[in-house]
Every structure is written in structure tokens, then in C-alpha cells.
């Protein structure tokens, strides 16, 4: 079977151009077949034209059109390697069916950012649920920038108390019967600022999730986080 690398980036921002050479090269560097690019803060009138300068010749799709003044997710994809088909999209999630180009395998895949409102993103809990009661018993992952822990030990700060938050994606995680890709790599994905080097408060936003056909299916699958 084709080796299938896939990477979501929340790249704070992709209106400058160093930015955008950086996932061209992410792209290259890794022989992605799936980039999927979060926060982009892009406006609907110059989308089509960094998206394209990014992705060159592949396809793309954004949900722009739930965020006129800041995108928050585009996706692209080589279509020498890959077929996707957009079953679902919404401002912080899009449902996607991917199949091989070589030998067909289909899968779904789930790209999320979510909302830095917890009332928001209770309607992206909702929408999982919903997803998972539409593709029953197929493979799924889930990717992206969730904003809030999964549990106590993605915290800096550590200790042992559960916010309602929380709670609330375990049981969303719960409820679609998805589980954490084991992984390598960096623990702690978000800081608020970036360039200080003195922030000591670090959380794990950032996870991969697939259901039990997935890992059975892909039995090599793993994830990455890099810094």
C-alpha cells in the first residue's frame, strides 16, 4: 500500500510569504500527500491566491465561506496519490471521504479547529457525534486543533483537576469511540507566546484520533508532533 503522510499545522497566520514558503517546504520536505493548514487568518479575497501558491498543483478546499474575514481551514491534497470528497463542512470542522489513487483504500478523515469558545465548540462535539453516526463501523481519523486538553497530564501545571471543558471532549472522544494515536515526539503542542521564552505554560491543543477499524486497518499508522 502507498505510504500515506498527512500534517496539520496551525500556522498562526498565513498572510506573509515566509509563512507560506514554509508549508511549501513542509509539503516537499515530507512528501506529504494531505497538508492541512489551520488558522490561516486569509480573507475570502485572497484565498484562492495563497492557497494556490502554496499547494501549486494540487487541490484545495476551505471553509472561508463560515469565516469570511479569517479562514480557519484549508486543506490540500495530491491528486496523483489521493481522491477527497467533502461530505460535511462547518467554521471549525470538515468531514472528508479519502481514497487511494493506487489501490483504492478509502478512509474518513475528520479536520478540526476548533473554537476558542467552549459554548462554540460544544456544537463541534455535536458535530463528531453526528459524523460518527454517518459512517458507523468505517475507518475514521480526526486531526487537528481541538483547544482544550483531552487530559490532566497535557497541562503544564499538571495536577488533577478536570474543567467542565474537558470533560465534555472526553465524553464527545467517548461517545464516537476514537483514542489517541500513540505518537513521538514533542509532548506539549501550544504556548501563547511564542518568541518568549520565559512562558511557562505549555498544553497539549493538538491530536490525532482514529477509531478501532482505522488502527486495525493501518496497522503501521503513527503519529508525529514536531516543534
Not at 29 to 47: A, F, M, P, R, S
Not at 83 to 96: D, E, N, Y
Request: with cysteine.
Amino acid at each position: 500500500m502507498l505510504e500515506l503522510k498527512v500534517a496539520a499545522w496551525n500556522i498562526r497566520g498565513a498572510n506573509n510569504l515566509d509563512k507560506q514558503n514554509e508549508v511549501k517546504n513542509l509539503i516537499q520536505e515530507e512528501h506529504l500527500c494531505i497538508c492541512d493548514v489551520l488558522e490561516t487568518h486569509l480573507k475570502t479575497k485572497i484565498v484562492n491566491n495563497v492557497s494556490n501558491y502554496i499547494f501549486n498543483n494540487w487541490d484545495w478546499i476551505s471553509n472561508v465561506k463560515y469565516n469570511p474575514n479569517s479562514c480557519r481551514i484549508v486543506v490540500g491534497w495530491d491528486t496523483n496519490k489521493v481522491r477527497m470528497m467533502v461530505l460535511h463542512m462547518t467554521k471549525q470542522v470538515i468531514l472528508c471521504l479519502v481514497e487511494t489513487v493506487v489501490d483504492r483504500t478509502k478512509f474518513y478523515c475528520s479536520f478540526v479547529y476548533a473554537s476558542n469558545s467552549g459554548v462554540e465548540r460544544r456544537r463541534l462535539w455535536a458535530d463528531l457525534v453526528g459524523h460518527r453516526a454517518l459512517i458507523s463501523q468505517q475507518p475514521l481519523v480526526i486531526l487537528g486543533d481541538f483547544n482544550v486538553t483531552l487530559k490532566v497530564n497535557e497541562h503544564s501545571a499538571g495536577g488533577s483537576y478536570m474543567s467542565d471543558e474537558m470533560t465534555e471532549l472526553q465524553n464527545c472522544v467517548n461517545h464516537i469511540e476514537v483514542e489517541d494515536l500513540c505518537n513521538t515526539g514533542f509532548h506539549f503542542t501550544w504556548t501563547k507566546f511564542l518568541k518568549n521564552s520565559n512562558c511557562d505554560v505549555l498544553k497539549k491543543l493538538d491530536m490525532i484520533l482514529a477509531n478501532e477499524e482505522f488502527i486495525s486497518r493501518f496497522s503501521s499508522v503513527h503519529a508525529i508532533f514536531q516543534p
